[in-house]
């Protein structure tokens, strides 16, 4: 279901890590590079889906957008070096751990089954129209698995 509090938490939550107040000593990205990473990939992009390559839910949400032919941004955690503290960033930033993670127009919106059910009930599809011009794609190929490169 639609959470209205979920961009709330996630500016919280980002404002939080911007501030330092996680730290990992491990290499690869901080978790406050993660949480600008989260920040910049969800501006950036009308749809976001932070996904896993082989789990059935992110198959689903992406399903979902390519029926409808919307341009999505997908960021395979499995395939990202830095994938489990995205993950975990992710998790502070909309309390819940669980993949895939699919943001619109900055908000995020829940996962697979919250994401097929909004487009049930027709309301996913109005959500995607208040993005820019550019996020309506009229063809049902969707788009890319680039993980680092905003999609045009």
């Given amino acids: 279901m639609f959470t209205r509090g979920c961009f709330y938490k996630s500016r919280q939550a980002y404002q939080s890590l911007r501030m330092g107040n996680f730290s990992s ?6 978790s406050s590079a993660c ?16 996904s896993k390559t082989t789990c ?10 390519n029926e409808i032919g919307a341009t999505y941004k997908v960021v395979e955690l499995d395939e990202h070096n830095d994938g489990r503290r995205l993950q975990e960033t992710l998790a502070e930033l ?6 895939p993670r699919v943001f619109i127009n900055g908000q ?11 487009h049930q009930q027709g309301k ?15 063809t049902p190929e969707g788009s890319g698995n680039s993980q680092n490169q905003p999609h045009q």
């Fill in 25 to 30: 000593s491990a290499p690869g990205l901080s």
């Fill in 35 to 50: 949480g600008q990473f989260v920040q910049d990939i969800v501006s950036s992009n009308c749809v976001v889906i932070f």
């Fill in 56 to 65: 059935p839910y992110c198959k689903m949400a992406k399903g979902v957008f």
């Fill in 94 to 99: 909309t309390g819940a751990r669980t993949v």
């Fill in 108 to 118: 995020c919106i829940g996962g697979g089954s919250d994401t097929k059910q909004l």
């Fill in 124 to 138: 996913l599809l109005p959500l995607i129209e208040q993005c820019r011009p550019c996020c309506l794609n009229m």
